[in-house]
T-cell receptor, first 115, second 118 residues
Framework: AQSVAQPEDQVNVAEGNPLTVKCTYS??????LFWYVQYPNRGLQFLLK??????LVKGSYGFEAEFNKSQTSFHLKKPSALVSDSALYFC?????????????FGAGTRLFVKA | NAGVMQNPRHLVRRRGQEARLRCSPM?????VYWYRQLPEEGLKFMVY????????ESGMPKERFSAEFPKEGPSILRIQQVVRGDSAAYFC????????????????FGQGTRLTVV
């Protein structure tokens, strides 16, 4: 069975500082990995995904994530945080070996960026 | 190309009534997923459907909840005899069929339906 863990409920960072939002996953086969962001009272917006190839994936709004197979991690990063990055971030996984589309989400991490 | 459309955006029901939530996937998408988000919590997978078929309903409560995705029209999530604990945001997402995108394609989410049971 596939699962996702986001160990931090909340991350606080000052504007201009680098940010990291952590994610680890568990699948029986190889994963497809995704990051989404949710602003208040809105649906989820896709940020980036890892499918294959380069372990460093670049996405929307200056975000990037690094796939680490040995650590089964897919941490989200940004070199310089903005106040407008404050939102709820979700990591998600699909098990590609099952050939299916079922996506499992982590519990979410709330990011606060202070000016 | 319109995104995933969910309606209504807000729905208020009294205990014991029925709630019907609708989701129209993006054009060309034949896979639909429903998720539930309780206040201050993450998304919980409920059900995965393709046209006229339920593929995975492992996240659906055994009673009162049902989902369909007919050949024509939107996907419907139906909750019978609602209780206060059903109050949540219900999100629908869609993705293309395997012929065009495969499992590596991200799902696109609607704005959600916020159900309040009073």
């Amino acid at each position: 069975a596939q699962s996702v863990a986001q160990p931090e409920d909340q991350v606080n960072v000052a504007e201009g500082n680098p940010l990291t939002v952590k994610c680890t996953y568990s699948v029986s086969g190889n994963p497809y990995l995704f990051w989404y962001v949710q602003y208040p009272n809105r649906g989820l917006q896709f940020l980036l995904k890892y499918i294959t190839g380069d372990n460093l994936v670049k996405g929307s709004y200056g975000f990037e994530a690094e796939f680490n197979k040995s650590q089964t991690s897919f941490h989200l990063k940004k070199p310089s945080a903005l106040v407008s990055d404050s939102a709820l971030y979700f990591c998600a996984v699909r098990d590609r070996s099952t050939g299916g589309f079922k996506t499992i989400f982590g519990a979410g991490t709330r990011l606060f960026v202070k000016a | 190309n319109a995104g995933v459309m969910q309606n209504p955006r807000h729905l208020v029901r009294r205990r014991g009534q029925e709630a019907r939530l609708r989701c129209s996937p993006m054009k060309g998408h034949s896979h639909v997923y429903w998720y539930r988000q309780l206040p201050e919590e993450g998304l919980k997978f409920m059900v995965y459907l393709q046209k006229e078929n339920i593929i995975d309903e492992s996240g659906m409560p055994k009673e009162r909840f049902s989902a369909e995705f007919p050949k024509e029209g939107p996907s419907i999530l139906r909750i019978q005899q609602v209780v206060r604990g059903d109050s949540a945001a219900y999100f629908c997402a869609s993705s293309p069929s395997s012929g065009t995108g495969g499992g590596n394609t991200e799902a696109f989410f609607g704005q959600g339906t916020r159900l309040t049971v009073v």
